[in-house]
């Protein structure tokens, strides 16, 4: 019985590193393309962000609260449009500003 406690316990933890590994691999990359000089916006770099957003609440097994933050800040501050994001690079700043926030409250896994 321990052991089945223990191993519940394991991944649960590893579903939570996992969490936050995505996260910060997507909103890394916002924060990188959005920071560049000339910078080539792919519909890739919001989608991946959308489709996170999308499956975060299921992953979220424990129901982190830290985690649900992270996933609000990214729905409220980089789900932008991506014609916005290549057209403007006023909303490019902000949106690169943004990821860089929300990435320092990511902790790596």
Do not use: F, H, Y
Request: with cysteine.
């Amino acid at each position: 019985r321990a052991q089945i406690t223990k191993a519940v316990a394991e991944r649960q933890a590893k579903m939570v590193s996992d969490c936050w590994t995505r996260m910060r691999e997507v909103v890394g990359r916002i924060a990188d393309q959005c920071s560049k000089e000339k910078p080539i916006i792919r519909d890739s770099l919001i989608d991946n962000a959308r489709d996170l957003v999308n499956v975060l609440g299921g992953l979220n097994i424990t129901d982190d609260p830290d985690i649900n933050a992270v996933r609000a800040d990214i729905e409220n501050r980089l789900l932008v449009p991506v014609t916005q994001l290549r057209s403007s690079p006023v909303t490019q700043a902000r949106v690169a500003i943004s990821a860089k926030e929300i990435l320092e409250r990511i902790p790596e896994c």
